[in-house]
């Protein structure tokens, strides 16, 4: 099962600068199982709707903040007896949003945790630098507590892109 864009989409739309809901052009999402391998698959989902966006000029900075924010969300938002097999009902999604100067990219997990970035000048550390590196790559990035009959909160990064007509 999953939700589709606009379940996430609506709360999202609270949390971003002003944009008029009808300039959304598109939007797509993926269920990624609990396993780190979804991060690759993540990556290779963004690559695709990016491109078929026309948008891929800006993949390598989208790719990096998607891993970061599916690799948080499967490393810090699944209780640890989350069956780490079987692809029924994936608690992670990948929404991918694109506006006509605004690209959305926001992550749904099943924790209500606030997501905590730790202290960006300890560059010796091996992991702690995700949101630190999800903030240096976007133009803006937050969360939300999910409404609803969904538990859980979103995490989203937005980049500003030229509109298609404009390159």
């Known amino acids: 099962m999953g939700t589709n864009g606009s379940t996430v989409l609506e709360p999202l ?97 099943p924790s209500h945790e606030s997501p905590m970035a730790r202290e960006a000048d300890d560059f010796s550390a091996e992991s702690g630098r995700g949101l630190f590196l999800v903030d240096s790559f976007s133009d803006s990035w937050g969360w939300h507590p999910l409404a609803g009959t969904l538990s859980g909160k979103v995490v989203w990064a937005l980049f500003r892109v030229r509109a298609a007509e404009q390159q």
């Open 13 to 109: 739309r609270q949390g971003l600068p002003p944009i008029d809901p009808a300039a959304v052009s598109s939007s797509a999402s993926c269920a990624l199982p609990p396993r780190y391998e979804a991060v690759g698959g993540a990556r290779q989902f963004t690559k695709s709707t990016l491109a078929k966006w026309e948008l891929g000029e800006h993949f390598d900075d989208v790719a990096l903040v998607v891993s970061e924010l599916v690799t948080n969300a499967l490393r810090h938002a699944l209780p640890a007896d989350t069956p780490r097999e079987g692809d029924q009902d994936p608690p992670v999604r990948l929404h991918l949003m694109h506006w006509t100067s605004r690209l959305v990219c926001a992550v749904r997990d």
